[in-house]
Nanobody, 116 residues
Framework: QVQLVESGGGLVQVGGSLRLSCVVIGSIFSINSMAWYRQAPGKQRELVASISSGGRENYADSVKGRFTISRDNIRKMADLLMNNLKPEDTAVYSC??????????WGQGTQVTVSS
């Protein structure tokens, strides 16, 4: 059974930083992309950042220049470094992994709260 386990969420003040980590546990063959999504109360889930197996990064406009996604293919991990956090970044952040066979996996999510 494949599990994605996130860590690193919490409460931070405006302008602060957090690093989220996602590790894939279990047997999974050939991860293509990994990504972080977020969902704020009353809003739809949105893509924050993604990274391909080759390292190509993609970011939502709202986080460009502040967030950085990275991955370790050997350890099956993906991190999201979040700098200069704003109140509007408050959300539940979830990790996503998609294999080359197009199987999709999700983590349970981790809460990020930015206080002003």
């Amino acid at each position: 059974q494949v599990q994605l386990v996130e860590s690193g969420g919490g409460l931070v003040q405006v302008g602060g930083s957090l690093r989220l980590s996602c590790v894939v546990i279990g047997s999974i063959f050939s991860i293509n992309s990994m990504a972080w999504y977020r969902q704020a109360p009353g809003k739809q889930r949105e893509l924050v950042a993604s990274i391909s197996s080759g390292g190509r990064e993609n970011y939502a406009d709202s986080v460009k220049g502040r967030f950085t996604i990275s991955r370790d293919n050997i350890r099956k991990m993906a991190d999201l470094l979040m700098n200069n956090l704003k109140p509007e970044d408050t959300a539940v952040y979830s990790c996503n992994a998609i294999t080359w066979a197009n199987n999709k996996y999700w983590g349970q999510g981790t809460q990020v709260t930015v206080s002003s």
